[in-house]
């Protein structure tokens, strides 16, 4: 299986987990030139920005490890993007992790801040 139907099967996997927990998906794989968010959803008044990372083994680092500053400073542009095109203006904003090692989920609220 390519890494791209692996990538999208964990996205689904993460989106029903989150889904399971009360937010509502609004959105999957939200490109735009420079950056991309797996998962986009709103959990209460949040809108939520989460990113995915998957690793079958903890060999090469946690999942969540991989999130690293210049990843997140790509999703905090496309997050920017994505709030100017459908015209939200500030809503209050957070950004997940949902980090999966092998069969674990592990769901990291406010994993960072907004890197502009």
């Not at 986009?40 to 995915?52: H, P």
């Not at 790509?74 to 203006?89: N, P």
Request: hydrophobic content about 40%; some cysteine.
């Amino acid at each position: 299986m390519n890494k791209r139907k692996v990538g999208s099967r964990h996205e689904e996997q993460a989106a029903a987990f989150l889904e399971k927990q009360g937010l509502k998906i609004l959105e999957h794989n939200f490109f735009r030139r420079g950056g991309e968010i797996d998962l986009v959803a709103k959990d209460g008044k949040y809108l939520v920005f989460v990113e995915v990372k998957y690793r079958a083994t903890t060999t090469s680092g946690e999942a969540a490890a991989a999130v690293d500053f210049k990843k997140q400073r790509r999703i905090s542009r496309a997050a920017q993007f994505y709030l100017l095109r459908y015209g939200y203006g500030e809503p209050p904003c957070r950004f997940d992790v949902v980090a999966i090692d092998g069969d674990e989920i592990q769901w990291i609220r406010n994993a960072f801040d907004y890197c502009g």
